[in-house]
């Protein structure tokens, strides 16, 4: 059953980075956020379910200068942005570091507000202070 989980799990994450591959067979550019609920209605073992999957997710893009770039808003009562686009730049701009922010995501446990979240994600991650870029496709 865990492995039947497992499989599944890939099977999506490995949809969601072959959608996202482009006409000539290249990775599509992408400032691609993730909203992550680090309230109460998530059980500990989900959250680290959770995270697992994100990490996942990361390792199948192609997370660089020119490639994807990943910010991270985490939401309970009070919403917060874990990582910016432009928190990382040049060779420090990879799978590894991202996923360095993903395993310090704090389980919270609070009260699920998600409208906060994508307000937050608005004014503070898709903006020039966030490190938006103009010129390519924006996954929210």
Same mark, same amino acid.
């Given at each position: /059953?865990?492995?039947?989980?497992?499989?599944? &799990?890939? *099977?999506?994450? =490995?949809?969601?980075?072959?959608?996202?591959?482009?006409?000539?067979?290249?990775?599509?550019?992408?400032?691609?956020?993730?909203? !992550?609920?680090?309230?109460?209605?998530?059980?500990?073992?989900?959250?680290?379910?959770?995270?697992?999957?994100?990490?996942?997710?990361?390792?199948?893009?192609?997370? /660089?200068?020119?490639?994807? &770039?990943?910010?991270?808003? =985490?939401?309970?009562?009070?919403?917060? !942005?874990?990582? *910016?686009? %432009?928190?990382? /730049?040049?060779?420090?701009? %990879?799978?590894? %570091?991202?996923?360095? *922010?993903?395993?310090?995501?704090?389980?919270?446990?609070?009260?699920?507000?998600?409208? *906060?979240?994508?307000?937050?994600?608005?004014?503070?991650?898709?903006?020039?202070?966030?490190?938006?870029?103009?010129?390519?496709?924006?996954? &929210?």
């Amino acid at each position: /059953s865990s492995s039947l989980k497992n499989k599944s &799990r890939r *099977k999506v994450v =490995e949809f969601v980075i072959v959608f996202l591959i482009s006409s000539e067979g290249y990775p599509v550019p992408l400032d691609f956020a993730l909203i !992550v609920d680090t309230s109460g209605s998530i059980s500990r073992r989900n959250f680290k379910k959770l995270l697992e999957f994100i990490e996942e997710m990361v390792d199948g893009f192609d997370i /660089s200068v020119n490639g994807t &770039r990943i910010a991270i808003v =985490e939401y309970s009562t009070e919403p917060s !942005v874990q990582v *910016k686009f %432009n928190d990382f /730049s040049g060779a420090a701009l %990879n799978a590894a %570091n991202v996923k360095r *922010k993903v395993r310090k995501i704090p389980h919270v446990r609070g009260t699920t507000y998600i409208n *906060k979240a994508l307000a937050m994600a608005d004014r503070d991650v898709f903006s020039a202070k966030g490190g938006m870029r103009q010129d390519v496709l924006k996954v &929210r």
